[in-house]
């Protein structure tokens, strides 16, 4: 589990060299397949997106580019134009009419809302396809609580019950699940802004480098504001 805090972080929605397709957008330094030189330096952490574009589990936007598009009634993780990320279900009072989206990363319905989990959170097979089956696999998640601060959880095996609970013991009231399966779970936190970054979850198969030397799956870096 990691709590970023709200006022202390921003946020940038990166696509992958591969997924999510990007067709004919441009795609800025600050949001392509690797971090940037202007966000090294001041680089926190980094985390896994959602499920790939052809799951057809939810839209993607980046910096004001919609590259697949957005459906009401799924979660989503929208960052503003200032770098404020905040999770809520788009189209149901998400974002707040005053918000300046920049970009959006949605992905199934809410794993958690009203800090309670999703009613369909028994039924293993709404939240992806895992490999072989089993219900207990690598998952990640993202929250939000009520000081607006952002909690990622995951673990290399785990139940999407599992995953809510833990996001609701954190003080999430809104969370959804992210990618899922061994291979793309990864998140890297750096002790100092700029330092190396160094692997988080226990047993993940992603080096903690990952997002610096590039990937072809959408993520999300984490920027410290001081």
């Known amino acids: 589990?990691?709590?970023?805090?709200?006022?202390?972080?921003?946020y940038s929605l990166h696509v992958g060299s591969q997924d999510p397709p990007t067709g004919s957008a441009v795609i800025g330094p600050d949001s392509g397949p690797s971090v940037s030189?202007?966000?090294?330096?001041?680089?926190l952490a980094c985390f896994n997106g959602g499920f790939k574009a052809n799951a057809n589990a939810g839209g993607f936007e980046v910096d004001g580019q919609v590259l697949v598009p957005?459906?009401?009634?799924?979660?989503?993780?929208?960052?503003?134009?200032?770098?404020?990320g905040q999770v809520g279900v788009w189209g149901q009072g998400f974002p707040a009419t005053n918000t300046q989206v920049a970009s959006v990363r949605q992905n199934l319905p809410a794993l958690v809302v009203g800090g309670?989990?999703?009613?369909?959170?028994?039924?293993?097979?709404?939240?992806?396809?895992?490999?072989?089956?089993?219900?207990?696999?690598?998952?990640?998640?993202?929250?939000?609580?009520?000081?607006?601060?952002?909690?990622?959880?995951?673990?290399?095996?785990?139940?999407p019950?599992?995953?809510?609970?833990?996001?609701?013991s954190a003080g999430a009231n809104t969370a959804m699940e992210l990618d899922i399966n061994p291979e793309?779970?990864?998140?890297?936190?750096a002790p100092t802004p700029?330092?190396?970054?160094?692997?988080?979850?226990?047993?993940?198969?992603?080096?903690?480098?990952?997002?610096?030397?590039?990937w072809t799956r959408d993520f999300i870096t984490v920027l410290s504001i001081g």
Not at 1 to 10: E, I
Not at 37 to 43: M, N
Not at 184 to 189: C, N, S
Not at 194 to 214: E, F, K, S
Request: charged share 15%; hydrophobic share 50%; with cysteine.
């Open 184 to 189: 793309w779970i990864h998140l890297a936190i």
């Open 37 to 43: 030189s202007a966000e090294q330096p001041l680089l």
């Open 1 to 10: 589990m990691a709590r970023f805090l709200d006022n202390h972080v921003d």
């Open 116 to 159: 309670q989990p999703s009613p369909l959170i028994g039924d293993v097979a709404a939240w992806g396809d895992t490999l072989g089956g089993v219900p207990s696999v690598a998952r990640s998640g993202l929250g939000i609580d009520d000081k607006g601060d952002l909690l990622y959880a995951a673990s290399m095996s785990t139940l």
């Open 70 to 84: 957005l459906s009401a009634g799924l979660a989503s993780l929208v960052v503003d134009t200032a770098g404020v």
């Open 194 to 214: 700029g330092a190396p970054l160094l692997a988080q979850v226990p047993g993940q198969n992603r080096p903690a480098d990952q997002c610096q030397v590039g």
């Open 161 to 168: 019950a599992d995953l809510a609970n833990a996001l609701i």
